[in-house]
């Protein structure tokens, strides 16, 4: 691939006059020179990251193309694993925990147990309290497949929901926590 770039020349430093001219090539040289390949890779890694390329769902789609719908919202299509869930994940009593714990704690540690016992806090449509938003007031299934709102409404198209990863989880199962609370990852959390 060959590009063309004009030299901007201004007629004085700050102005935004500018005239724009073709600059004269190097002796020995094309006035076209070569895009050089580390350039092409650069150009061609930034649009697609620019374009969300290769993301997933969650930060492929506009974050107002979903919502987060709870827990029960999955419950008609994938009736098992919702049963499965509710019986046995640490992660539907997750709200019961901080009820719990919040009278003895900070109005900010107690943010800090929203971050991971429910769904969606500090996101747009997220977790707000256990009064207005109390279908998110678990660490439910869109804790680790992201809002659940496009899949729904789609009829359940996988595309548009979220595969979990290590890195989603370690969003609250870390070392710090491991520590703290004696606990460690696990594979969806007994959900599946």
Known sequence: MRLTV??????????????????????????????????????????????????PASTALAAEARSYVGTDACAPCHADQHATFRKHAKKSKSAESVKVMAPKLSR????????????????????????????????????????GSAHVDSGGDVSLIDKPTMEGCVVCHNEQRVRSFNFKPLLHGGAH
């Open 6 to 55: 004009p030299a901007v020349v201004c007629r004085r430093p700050g102005s935004m006059q500018s005239l724009i001219q073709p600059s004269a090539p190097a002796p020995g040289r094309s006035l076209s020179p070569a895009l050089s390949a580390p350039l092409a890779a650069v150009l061609l890694a930034a649009l697609l990251v620019l374009t969300g390329a290769g993301q």
């Open 108 to 147: 900010e540690e107690v943010q800090g147990c929203y971050a991971c016992h429910t769904t969606g806090y500090g996101k747009p449509g997220g977790f707000v309290s256990f009064e207005s938003t109390p279908h998110l007031a678990d660490a439910g299934c869109e804790v680790c497949h992201g809002p």
